[in-house]
Structure formats: C-alpha cells, structure tokens
C-alpha cells in the first residue's frame, strides 16, 4: 500500500519526537499547531528535561529514542538531536517501519547516509532532511535573482559568528557536531542548490581547543574552516564557516559575482550592484521555517505534493562537505566523482 494512502486514512498523522532542544521546541510548536498531526511521545538525553519538554508539550516521555521508534502508536519519527545520533536513529526507525524526518546532516559518515537512503527506498519509507536555508528569504532572492547577475564566475559565502565565553554544548564538541561543514552542510547545500555540481575542494579546518578539564569531553573554544570549491561549470566558491572565542566581529554575508552583475545579500538584507546602480532586493523572513517545513511534510504524506528537497540532493552535499573533510585532514585538493 502506498505510505501516503496509508497515513492519510489514519488521520491524526501521530508522530514521535527525538531531541529536546530549540529545534525540537518548533518542531513540537508546529505539530501542536496543525489538526492532521499529533504528538505522541518524545524521547531526550536527560530525563528531567524530557519530562519537562513532555509537559510543556501535553505528551508523553519516552525512557529512551530505541523505546520510542518500537511503539506501534507512532507512524513518523522526528530527528531534531545532535549530528552524530542522526544516522543510528534514522537506520533504526526505518528498520522499524516507520517514516523519518532529520535535520540535517542525515548522517556524519557519508556511507551511512547512503545506506540509509537506499533503506527507505527498499522498504517504501518516507524520508526527509530538512534543509530550511533553501525556504528561507535569502535563499529565494538568490534564486530569483540569479539571473540578472550573468554568467557567475566567484561566490563567496561568509558566517562567521563570535561566542565569548564559547558555550559548552554539543555543538562544540567535535564528536557530536561533525566536521564544521558536514555539522553546518546548509553552507555546502545552498550552493549546490543552486550552481550544481563540483569538481574539487580544498579545505584547511582549525579548532581552539578548551583547556582541562573540558578538554577531557572534547569542547573546543573556537573553530574556522575555509574551503574553495570548483563547481563543474568553472565557477569558484569560497566558504568561511567560524564559530567561537577568537572571533570579534559577526558575519552572515554572500557574495555572487556574474559578468553583468552581483548579487549582495549581508544578514537579511540583499541588493543588485551594477557599476552605480544599485537595486535593492525583498528578502523574506527566516520566522516560521520549521513550521512551514512540517506543513510541507504533512502535505506531502497525506496529498503527495512534491517537497522542496530530495534525499539524495542532500546526500551529494554530505559527500562535497565530505571532501573538504578529506582535504583539510591531507592538505591536498580532493576531486569529486
């Protein structure tokens, strides 16, 4: 039977949640919020946070994710906890039966995403990766700007973002974020969204690493990962990825330059440089992604409408930030297949 027929008979959609943190608290936000969808159960890392979230959120706590993916009473399974769980998680609720949504990445090692990928496929399950740069406002005044600027020859794309003291949560801890651009592959997926596919990449990565005795559980102060990519149609990209203490200054700016014009969009602001004609651009909200993205996922489970990313799109990004992975340990440039 097909997995949309199927959910859309048994209405409310009843959706299990993993992770307790801000993406979690939106994801949870949006469900309440939407009558096809009920929250059935969520499962977290610290009990006491899981039964406040379960309150908070009027459902029910789970002792543990593996509990959660087993109950019969859930059809969808939510992934909003830290990168290095994704996969594990992911794997086991389709084994499960269930249909899956995780943010991004889908999983740290590439060849895990892709057995995963090739999973849902053989068992008939739904599976999403959230990608919600690509709803964003900024992301769609690219797009719909892209062609006044040219042929693009250079893109440089820049978030830099200073944090004193660096705080000690998962994110900066490099076995549960990931390599820097694999833990933030939205820097990788909004670029081959729009400008295809790569060539090579070159990387150099650099972690400031908390002292003792933080550094036992691997927190770093601060990290800066830079990468240029070759994409297949001779365009070069630049990407500056830092987080931490050693920076002073915030950066959120991209930069597209084409022959007949650039595109400019620093923080949510975007204008068209042409010489001294300079247009300014409406860039969206980024408010409201994660509900909008849980609606789009509804939609697609019960009227089969097409969803704004495959799979396998967000897998080919994994496998580019991968490279830069790849080079940043070896200094050399690593080519793409």
Known sequence: MNSNIKLAARLPIRIGLVGTGYAAKLRAEAI???????????AGHIPEKTEEFAQTYETEAA??????????DIDLVIISTV???????????????????????????????????????????????????LLGGVHQALVKSLPDTGQVFYVRYATLSPEQPAPRRWSYQRDLFGFPLIGALSRVQRLTDVFGQVESVSCQAQYWDAPPPEKELGYFTACLCTAQMRFKSGMIAEVV????????????????????????????????????????????????????????VLDHLIEGTPLYITPKASLYALKVADAARRSAETAQTVALD
């Open 63 to 72: 002792v543990s994710w593996r509990e959660l993916i087993e109950r019969e």
């Open 32 to 42: 309440k919020g939407d009558e096809r969808a009920r929250l059935v159960a969520v």
């Open 83 to 133: 990168s290095r769980d994704h996969g594990a998680i992911a794997l086991a609720a389709i084994l499960a039966g269930k249909d899956v949504v995780v943010e991004y990445p889908l999983a740290l090692d590439v060849a895990e995403a892709t057995e995963i990928i090739a999973l849902s496929e053989k068992a008939g399950k739904f599976l999403h990766v959230e990608h919600l740069e």
């Open 241 to 296: 990825y830092g987080k931490g203490e050693v920076f002073w200054q915030s950066e959120r700016k991209l930069e597209v330059h084409g022959d007949r014009g650039t595109l400019i969009f620093d923080k949510d602001k975007g204008k068209l440089v042409r010489g001294s004609e300079i247009t300014c651009l409406q860039v969206g909200s980024r408010r409201g992604l994660f509900a909008k993205d849980t609606a789009m």
